[in-house]
């Protein structure tokens, strides 16, 4: 079993702030920390992340072909932010671990099934609203898991959160674009890596934004 990280260098890692304290004074948007914090909570489990990519993966090939199946991706893509979130608290981390979204399934579908229709549209009709609003979106899952809000309020908070240095939020994903796309280039087996190390960075930026403490699925 691999050490949990460090927090004694992570002094914040249970701070948090209300969205209306976020969104009403701001916060400062640094990539390099996000990506390192991100990257650092990664390699503490290097190899469970990399078992549940592959597990992941797997399970969204399989229920492509089963009616309805795809209500399964909500609630276990969600379990990437819920690991982030014990390792950066100082917790252990379990393969079961990555499943506790289900325990919050209806609100994890929703907020994935109305942004991503809308995003959808976004994207079909005009190209530039769509990439707007995924990018606005892109808090709406921690702060359903860890402020557990619901989904349309989550929503909400993330657009108004993302809005205040939208412009760097769009920066990030297209590096975190790019890295995949490298990740891709590798006989795919590179977003073993690339992609929960995404997921993570943005736990990361939501930490240091938001903040989270050592939320529990009961």
Avoid at 11 to 28: I, K, P
Avoid at 64 to 83: E, M, N, R, T, W
Wanted: charged content about 15%; proline content about 3%; aromatic content about 16%.
């Amino acid at each position: 079993m691999e050490d949990v990280l460090d927090m004694e260098q992570h002094e914040e890692s249970h701070f948090e702030r209300s969205v209306e304290d976020v969104v009403q004074n701001g916060y400062e948007f640094d990539f390099s920390d996000f990506f390192n914090f991100g990257k650092e909570i990664l390699f503490t489990q290097t190899w469970t992340f990399i078992g549940f990519a592959a597990l992941f993966f797997a399970v969204s090939i399989v229920v492509a072909y089963i009616p309805f199946g795809g209500v399964l991706i909500s609630p276990l893509g969600a379990g990437v932010y819920i690991a982030a979130n014990r390792i950066a608290t100082g917790r252990s981390l379990e393969m079961k671990d990555f499943f506790n979204g289900f325990k919050l399934f209806l609100p994890l579908l929703l907020a994935n099934l109305v942004s991503g229709l809308l995003t959808g549209l976004g994207l079909v009709f005009l190209i530039i609203p769509g990439i707007y609003l995924a990018v606005s979106w892109s808090l709406t899952i921690p702060l359903v898991l860890f402020k557990r809000m619901e989904f349309w309020d989550a929503m909400e908070a993330s657009r108004q959160i993302v809005g205040k240095n939208w412009w760097s939020f769009f920066g990030m994903f297209l590096i975190l674009f790019l890295l995949n796309l490298g990740g891709l280039l590798l006989l795919g087996v590179g977003l073993l890596v690339t992609i929960p190390l995404s997921s993570c960075v943005l736990y990361a930026a939501y930490h240091k934004i938001v903040g989270a403490g050592p939320v529990e699925f009961i």
